[in-house]
């Protein structure tokens, strides 16, 4: 008990070292069942509850870990040290005593994954691998294979995996899904050209396809992120059709002085969280969820709307500009706000959820569609669309498309296949989203003090697993743990009453 509260038992990198805590896990989780169907067997037969079914999703992300010796820049002195200077002089001893046909470099990333049941709200931390440097789609998908293994080993079986955009998890999932390593491209000749391949075979559970999803989180940023790019003298310069005029974020920045207009005459803001930050977009507010994730809510999308459609009013000249730029967020608002970020859950093939999906994705599809048939016959003096080009501006670069793809292609793909299995089951998309992994991260990084290294994300990892693990036992939720009264020493507090009714 004294090594589990001092966290003297640490779980060591990779999988086989994890065998013992999924073991663990997949007890839990057979408790769960059976407490499941005790009350399925109380509960009316007129609404039944599903049993669970043991299948998830997999969602794994890399975090770098600094060294234990920092420097300061600003003080010009070295802080964070684990022995004194005296001490430090020892260290020479030791490098002088190891292999140096073995190379002894201190971990500078860390992969962590996490498994996350479809079929109920059971979490289980996975393994996590540290590397020396920058990660390569053939080191991802040796950590892949192993995390798998070790999770099918105790019958917690994978659908989908859940990870960032990085270019290296694209290469993964391009090596795994079969398809070349550069763009996706078109598929010409076929009635869905941008149709794409975004599953394999689960290597562990063949009768099981393993469908990737990119997280919304991410794609989302890289969407808006994509519209900032649009504006002259920016590598974008979007065009619905090729003799029509560009749209992108000069809209915004317009929005922006028009609301900066009317708190000067303190009339009421359209879109009160609008901030400056946000329209201006540095390099941390490109990285941040929540200036991405207003662009494509209600206020923003009413506030253009009604600027370019006046009531009584003949239209502004840039009505057009902004007009598209609200169509491209509406598409967004579709695909994540009212989509893969909804709190909703999507029960069918023809739930609301999946058909705002679909509505948002066809909109890119439409655009891509009525430039690639303009340039066929295009005029002369036109240059030539080129969708895979890196300078090519009228449209999504191809990273952002591709990624796009994956993600559409995987929810729909998971939705049909996962409902095909277990029809009385739904899928909550927010389940499918890499911020469980960055929440880890936060608590871990909490922990270390802001300074997360690859000695003390260990003892962190193992605080917040016992943690889950003492709240999961207290609140018991096949018990009925909020119908049960607590037991507290405190005095309970007494409503205050006020003096001219003590005197009555």
Not at 67 to 95: R, T, V, Y
Not at 164 to 171: E, K, M, P, V
Not at 260 to 272: D, F, T, Y
Not at 310 to 324: I, S, V
Request: charged share 20%; net charge positive; glycine share 6%.
């Amino acid at each position: 008990m004294l090594k589990e509260f001092t966290c003297a038992r640490l779980y060591a990198p990779g999988a086989a070292a994890w065998d013992s805590h999924i073991m663990e896990q997949a007890k839990e989780y057979m408790h769960l069942q059976q407490g499941n169907a005790q009350v399925i067997e109380s509960e009316a037969t007129t609404a039944p509850r599903p049993a669970p079914k043991q299948e998830g999703c997999l969602i794994f992300d890399e975090v770098r870990v600094i060294g234990k010796i920092m420097w300061n820049s600003k003080s010009q002195q070295m802080f964070g040290l684990a022995m004194s200077p005296a001490d430090l002089g020892k260290l020479q001893d030791i490098f002088m005593s190891m292999d140096p046909v073995n190379k002894n470099q201190k971990a500078s990333y860390v992969l962590q994954f996490l498994w996350r049941d479809l079929t109920s709200a059971k979490d289980v931390i996975g393994p996590y691998y540290t590397f020396e440097g920058t990660l390569g789609y053939k080191n991802i998908i040796t950590c892949l294979y192993d995390t798998m293994r070790v999770f099918h080993k105790h019958h917690f079986i994978v659908n989908s995996i859940v990870c960032d955009g990085a270019s290296s998890n694209l290469a993964v999932i391009k090596q795994l899904t079969g398809s070349r390593r550069s763009s996706f491209g078109v598929l010409h000749g076929e009635p869905d050209r941008h149709k794409i391949c975004a599953h394999f075979r689960n290597w562990f559970c063949p009768d099981v396809d393993v469908f990737f999803i990119i997280c919304p989180s991410h794609q989302m940023k890289n969407m808006i992120n994509a519209l900032w790019q649009s504006k002259q003298g920016r590598t974008k310069q979007f065009q619905k059709s090729l003799y029509s005029g560009g749209f992108g974020w000069t809209a915004i920045e317009l929005m922006w002085e028009r609301e900066l207009a009317r708190m000067s005459k303190n009339i009421a803001r359209e879109v009160p969280r609008m901030q400056r930050s946000y329209v201006e977009r540095d390099a941390w507010t490109k990285l941040n969820v929540p200036p991405a994730k207003i662009m494509q809510q209600e206020a923003v999308l009413a506030e253009l709307m009604q600027y370019a459609n006046p009531k009584g009013e003949p239209k502004p000249l840039n009505a057009e500009e902004t007009l598209l730029t609200a169509e491209y967020l509406l598409a967004c608002s579709q695909l994540f706000e009212n989509g893969m970020l909804s709190h909703s859950i999507i029960k069918d093939g023809n739930s609301a959820i999946l058909n705002n999906i679909k509505t948002g994705y066809r909109y890119f599809e439409s655009w891509l569609d009525t430039l690639l048939d303009e340039n066929t016959n295009r005029q002369v003096g036109y240059s030539e669309f080129k969708p895979s080009a890196p300078k090519e501006t009228r449209f999504l670069s191809w990273q952002t498309w591709d990624l796009l793809r994956v993600m559409f292609f995987g929810i729909c793909g998971l939705t049909e296949s996962f409902h095909a299995r277990h029809p009385e089951h739904f899928i909550q998309p927010l389940r499918l989203n890499g911020s469980a992994v960055e929440t880890l991260f936060s608590q871990f990084k909490h922990r270390a003090g802001g300074k997360l290294t690859s000695i003390n994300y260990e003892t962190s990892l193992r605080s917040v697993m016992m943690k889950q693990s003492k709240r999961s036992s207290v609140h018991a939720s096949g018990k009925g743990y909020r119908d049960v009264a607590l037991q507290v020493t405190e005095v309970p507090l007494k409503r205050k009453v006020a003096k001219s009714r003590r005197k009555e």
